[in-house]
């Protein structure tokens, strides 16, 4: 198999071509999925739900590091159950923003300040059964289990708990600390259940979506991948009527539905997550500013330039928002 220049010669040994035969042009033209009917409603009601319960966060532990107070917290989960995160603040400089930093599907083993700027509060949520605050607690560990688990139950769903989790990660963040405007930071996972989040909560000024995941889901059905998105194509070949459910939770659908100016850093060759699902994401923004990324979730010549541009861009792109904000 042939694949397009230069992933020819940085993936030879791929099993298949990772743009899936999409370029930048034909990406920019991959269309969100529309709103089924009453998906704001539901959302919102999801929302307004989530605002009737106390997060009552809870400091487990707390060590200063590197002048910053690092904490473990527990707080309570969309559903009633205590989920644990991480929380970050200078002890030196007044917090201006909260950020709220979600994660990949292989969790969270510690913090990551790349994407927090030393005069902001962040919380590093970790998802509802995953690695490692909350291995096994409310969902499967496995990602290949979590992405499927409750599917037939849009009520019940992991993705769209894991979503309304991060509102009450928030109201966590905001006990502990005080009210402040909110960015948000997810990446694959992350990415993805933060477009279903963020249209819903009016406390965030802007967002940052790296290569985000479960946008676009008739692209992502019609092809093979080697992420958690594989199960979810597996799971509907078999049981078709889970594709009616997976139309509450497309964060191309959701995103659309967001005021706040977002910066999406989107990939032109993924085989975990595939382009056309993160651009039907970046698409959908209504303020938009593209990253265009060479590849994601792969090691490839020149990544680690690419890393600190895009880390440092996100930080101008916090700075630049929250001044907006100001």
């Known amino acids: 198999m042939t694949f397009p220049s230069p992933y020819d010669t940085w993936f030879p040994d791929a099993e298949f071509d990772g743009s899936y035969g999409h370029t930048l042009a034909t990406l920019r033209e991959v269309a969100p999925v529309p709103a089924p009917a009453d998906f704001a409603a539901r959302w919102q009601e999801w929302r307004d739900h989530a605002k009737t319960v106390d997060a009552a966060p809870t400091e487990l532990s707390a060590e200063i590091v590197d002048g910053r107070r690092v904490s473990i917290v527990e707080h309570t989960g969309a559903d009633g159950i205590r989920l644990r995160a991480w929380v970050v603040e200078s002890v030196t400089t007044p917090a201006r923003v909260g950020v709220v930093h979600s994660h990949g599907y292989g969790g969270r083993d510690a913090i990551d300040l790349a994407r927090v700027p030393d005069d902001a509060v962040a919380i590093f949520p970790v998802a509802r059964g995953l690695t490692t605050l909350n291995r096994g607690v409310g969902a499967p560990e496995q990602p290949l289990e979590h992405v499927i688990s409750g599917i037939d139950d849009p009520e019940h769903y992991a993705l769209g708990l894991c979503a309304r989790d991060l509102w009450l990660a928030a109201d966590a963040l905001e006990t502990l600390v005080g009210p402040l405007p909110l960015y948000y930071v997810g990446e694959s996972f992350g990415g993805g259940i933060g477009a279903l989040a963020l249209p819903w909560d009016d406390r965030y000024i802007g967002a940052t979506l790296v290569v985000p995941s479960f946008g676009q889901y008739d692209e992502r059905l019609a092809v093979r991948c080697l992420g958690s998105g594989e199960a979810v194509r ?20 959701a995103l659309g539905f967001a005021d706040v100016p977002v910066r999406v850093e989107a990939a032109l060759w993924d085989q975990s997550v595939p382009p056309q699902g993160q651009y039907a994401v970046a698409n959908a923004a209504r303020v938009l500013e593209l990253a265009v990324l060479p590849a994601g979730h792969a090691e490839y010549p020149g990544v680690v330039a690419v890393t600190a541009e895009a880390i440092r861009d996100g930080r101008e792109h916090l700075a630049r928002v929250l001044r907006a904000a100001s």
Request: charge should be negative.
């Open 234 to 253: 597996e799971h509907v070949a078999t049981h078709p009527e889970a594709r009616d459910a997976l139309r509450w939770f497309d964060a191309s659908t």
